[in-house]
């Protein structure tokens, strides 16, 4: 099973506090976002990793350098996109390059634990699955709806509510195949473009099982950077004499 992380954002609401490193690279109490989430998700089992960057990509070769010596059994590809593809551009560029039958998906700057084992059933019964949380407010995200049988309704816009609901958690099981027959442009929204179309074969979801963050805002970067704890159960080991921006 092959895990592609999608950071190649610019990251431009976070570099108020964020300015000298990639928004996955961000400093969480004197050591990378990322190294959390990679932890995190190696904890679980997981250990083929793919890094899909663009902006600032030489800040993630002295990461990766880092991060394989702590856990050698790590695999850890970078693969850079020359100009901005989109979600869906970067994720199709990925499959084409490093093929698997089946991948796992991240967003690089957000996360909530989740139940393994659960995601991949109920991605072998379906052509998709994802990980829904339920957060107090949605305006930030918009909202996902599910029919009886637990799967997804629709996926609503961002309106200017402050009410609870779910939301798509950024986490997708993903078919090998999935971007086959499409012919569409080489940048492109996966969420937008895709996953509407995908609807009517149905796409599964499980719920998270931790709290969500997504730390593309200053409030929620600080919130995290405060309790990182509380997002995720394990510090990481890093070398407090590292840093990740390159000479």
């Given at each position: 099973m ?5 950071a190649?954002g610019l990251?431009?609401r976070?570099?108020s ?6 928004k ?15 932890n995190?998700?190696?904890a679980?089992?997981?250990?083929e990793?793919i890094l899909s960057?663009?902006?600032k990509s030489?800040?993630f070769e002295?990461?990766i ?13 970078l ?13 199709k ?6 093929p698997a039958?089946r ?6 700057d957000?996360?909530?634990?989740f139940?393994?084992?659960?995601l ?6 379906h052509?998709?699955a994802?990980?829904?949380?339920r957060?107090?407010?949605i305006s930030?995200?918009?909202e996902v709806?599910?029919?009886e049988?637990?799967?997804?309704e629709a996926?609503?816009?961002k ?5 609870a ?5 950024g986490?997708?099981?993903l078919p090998g195949?999935?971007?086959a027959?499409?012919n569409g442009?080489?940048?492109f929204?996966?969420e ?5 179309g995908?609807?009517t ?11 969500f963050?997504?730390m593309g ?7 995290l950077s405060?309790?990182p704890?509380y ?7 890093w070398?407090a004499?590292?840093s990740?921006n390159?000479?």
């Amino acid at each position: 099973m092959k895990v592609v992380i999608l950071a190649g954002g610019l990251g431009t609401r976070l570099r108020s506090v964020v300015s000298d490193v990639p928004k996955p690279l961000a400093p969480i109490q004197d050591i990378p976002y990322l190294a959390y989430m990679l932890n995190a998700l190696y904890a679980k089992g997981l250990r083929e990793f793919i890094l899909s960057v663009g902006y600032k990509s030489a800040h993630f070769e002295q990461f990766i350098a880092t991060q394989k010596l702590l856990l050698p059994d790590l695999t850890l590809e970078l693969v850079v996109e020359s100009e901005p593809l989109g979600t869906g551009g970067a994720l199709k560029y990925c499959f084409a390059h490093h093929p698997a039958e089946r991948y796992l998906i991240f967003n690089g700057d957000s996360y909530c634990d989740f139940p393994l084992a659960e995601l991949l059933e109920a991605a072998s019964k379906h052509n998709m699955a994802m990980v829904v949380a339920r957060v107090d407010n949605i305006s930030r995200y918009g909202e996902v709806t599910l029919r009886e049988n637990g799967c997804v309704e629709a996926f609503h816009e961002k309106q200017p509510t402050d009410r609870a609901g779910l939301i798509n958690a950024g986490v997708y099981c993903l078919p090998g195949d999935i971007f086959a027959h499409f012919n569409g442009p080489e940048r492109f929204s996966f969420e937008q473009t895709i996953m509407p179309g995908l609807l009517t074969q149905g796409v599964a979801t499980v719920a998270a099982t931790g709290p969500f963050i997504d730390m593309g805002i200053p409030e929620d970067y600080q919130r995290l950077s405060s309790q990182p704890d509380y997002y995720f159960p394990m510090r990481p080991e890093w070398p407090a004499a590292v840093s990740e921006n390159p000479s």
